[in-house]
């Protein structure tokens, strides 16, 4: 959680001190300082100019913020996903029946606590991928077996540890990265039962009320949405995603330790 709060600040920090946005708004508050003096009238309609220059501004910080709050565009995007999701559910509830309403029970809110859950992994997540991309870039494509053979056997003892630090450094890596596609994983299963969810909403609000069978089907489905739910939930709690990338130098020198 700090490292969202951290990264929150660092990206409201420069949507607020954008050169281009502050300019825009000392013009709009030297426009309404020039009009105060001016009489009753003009006094109110400065007033008016800075309002609007604030709120305009404000407006802006926000957008900015919206649109950097990922750093990867793939995140960006899945999250889009789920809140598109999530506002379609919305509003496929307060068009349900009451009768369809009372037989989803507490799940709606369900929803919105997963949700809530998984912005906040998919945030911590991306922010892995971005460390991950900082410190190791392309190495981890070029980091293959070299399995050299030399007529020299010391050469060959060589390669071979050579060889089983990268398997060791491969192996630290995908441990990583399987934390963040994972998170991404349950934002697909996320999507996916608000999707089923919402169709069949629709499809009992079309055909009207339910006869015995239809409900027991109806409530047979919205059990088993809410353990994907519940799957998604004690899933993400066990997902203990790091910071940063664990620094491959300590790993390549305990290893070298261990052979030495």
């Known amino acids: 959680m700090n490292e969202i709060k951290r990264a929150d600040k660092r990206i409201i920090a420069r949507a607020i001190l954008n050169p281009f946005r502050l300019?825009?708004?000392?013009?709009?508050?030297?426009v309404a300082y020039l009009l105060s003096g001016m009489g009753t009238v003009?006094?109110?309609?400065?007033?008016?100019?800075?309002?609007?220059?604030a709120g305009i501004y404000a407006i802006a910080v926000r957008n900015d913020f919206v649109s950097k709050r990922f750093?990867?565009?793939?995140?960006?995007?899945?999250?889009?996903?789920?809140?598109?999701?999530l506002s379609r559910l919305r509003k496929a509830l307060k068009l349900a029946p009451e009768h369809v309403r009372a037989s989803m029970?507490?799940?709606?809110?369900?929803?919105?606590?997963?949700?809530?859950?998984?912005?906040?992994?998919?945030?911590?997540?991306?922010?892995?991928?971005?460390?991950?991309?900082?410190?190791?870039?392309?190495?981890?494509?070029?980091?293959?077996?070299?399995?050299v053979q030399s007529q020299d056997s010391e050469t060959n003892e060589l390669y071979v540890m050579a060889d089983k630090n990268v398997a060791e450094y491969r192996r630290h890596f995908?441990?990583?990265?399987?934390?963040?596609?994972?998170?991404?994983?349950?934002?697909?299963?996320?999507?996916?039962?608000?999707?089923?969810?919402?169709?069949?909403?629709?499809?009992?609000?079309?055909?009207?009320d339910f006869v015995p069978a239809d409900k027991e089907d109806f409530l047979s489905a919205m059990a088993d949405i809410r353990t994907q739910l519940n799957s998604i939930n004690e899933a993400?709690?066990?997902?203990?995603?790091?910071t940063?990338?664990?620094?491959?130098?300590?790993?390549?020198?305990?290893?070298?330790?261990?052979?030495?």
């Open 23 to 30: 300019l825009a708004m000392s013009a709009c508050c030297y």
């Open 105 to 147: 029970s507490d799940l709606p809110a369900r929803v919105e606590r997963t949700a809530k859950q998984l912005y906040q992994s998919l945030r911590r997540a991306d922010i892995v991928r971005g460390e991950i991309v900082r410190s190791e870039g392309n190495i981890v494509t070029a980091a293959f077996p070299f399995h």
């Open 174 to 208: 995908q441990g990583i990265a399987a934390r963040v596609t994972r998170t991404e994983g349950q934002c697909a299963v996320f999507i996916s039962a608000l999707d089923s969810m919402r169709v069949q909403i629709l499809g009992h609000r079309l055909v009207g």
């Open 244 to 260: 940063t990338a664990p620094p491959i130098e300590e790993k390549q020198d305990e290893i070298e330790n261990r052979h030495g």
């Open 71 to 85: 750093r990867n565009p793939e995140h960006k995007h899945l999250w889009d996903m789920v809140e598109d999701r």
């Open 42 to 53: 003009a006094f109110g309609l400065g007033l008016a100019v800075a309002g609007i220059g």
């Open 236 to 242: 993400l709690d066990e997902l203990d995603l790091p």
